[in-house]
């Protein structure tokens, strides 16, 4: 967001820019909403669910808050590709699809439905290899076991100036998360802090850091997606 002024306006909270994933849900939400007000005119017992029903309505519009982000100048910052709290970090190889038996740092970050949903590339790369899992269980996504087991895409991303710099990021649908919505196509180049999708209620993303770099953040550590550092690019 190079050269943009940030807005500090009450209204930029309250109504922020929405993901254009989250115009259907919002729409049908405000739409069941207005049924319900109608339908009190006639039912007066309905008029104690209208304002909850366009408070709801709300809340759906604002899981798909999608806020501009302002990454720091350091171009050898690997970025937090998700909002949320760092749930685990460990050593483990790249998901089975992307093969490779080179142990990586793995950082797990949870995301609550308070958090913004949409992803961020955490560096520019190529999109090398894109799969989604679509066949998969419903666990808690901070569990370790819902990395192989729950929905989940991952992503190779192949980055540095040569591309010689490889990386992976999972998307994983959690307990309430019902749907990964990839914004990005295999053989696509982003650039840092762009958006590549987003997971609709809840769920969890892990990064396997490049082979010998190691993770600058913590445990339990709050990170902003397309902001926060997770390491550095060796």
């Given amino acids: 967001m190079d050269g943009q002024k940030p807005d500090f306006s009450n209204k930029a909270y309250l109504f922020p820019y929405i993901n254009r994933e989250g115009l259907r ?9 207005f049924v319900v007000a109608a339908l009190a005119y006639w039912h007066p017992f309905l008029s104690w669910f209208v304002i ?3 408070l709801l309505a ?3 519009f604002l899981f798909f808050r999608d806020p501009d982000r302002y990454p720091p100048d350091d171009e050898k910052a690997i970025l937090s590709p998700a909002d949320g709290r760092v ?37 520019a790369g190529k999109i090398a290899k894109l799969e989604y899992i679509a066949a998969g269980k419903f666990f808690n996504a901070s569990l370790d076991k819902a990395s192989k087991e729950n929905e989940r895409c991952n992503y190779l991303v192949e980055a540095g100036p040569d591309g010689s710099v490889k990386y992976a990021v999972t ?21 840092r802090a762009e958006r590549f999708g987003l997971i609709r209620f809840g769920s969890r993303l892990d990064v396997y850091l490049p082979e010998g770099v190691e993770p600058h953040v913590k445990v339990g550590q709050i990170m902003v997606a397309g902001e926060t550092v997770l390491a550095k690019m060796p």
């Avoid at 685990?88 to 142990?103: A, H, N, Q, V, W």
């Fill in 58 to 60: 709300w809340g759906v």
């Fill in 171 to 191: 998307q994983i649908a959690g307990l309430v998360a019902r749907r990964i919505v990839p914004q990005v196509s295999e053989g696509e180049t982003k650039a």
């Fill in 52 to 54: 909850p029903a366009f």
């Fill in 87 to 123: 749930c685990m970090i460990e050593k483990c190889t790249f998901p089975d699809s992307l093969s490779g038996e080179t142990l990586h740092w793995r950082v797990s970050i949870f995301m609550s439905v308070f958090n913004v949903h949409v992803n961020r590339m955490p560096t």
């Fill in 25 to 33: 849900f919002g729409s049908i939400a405000l739409f069941v909403a």
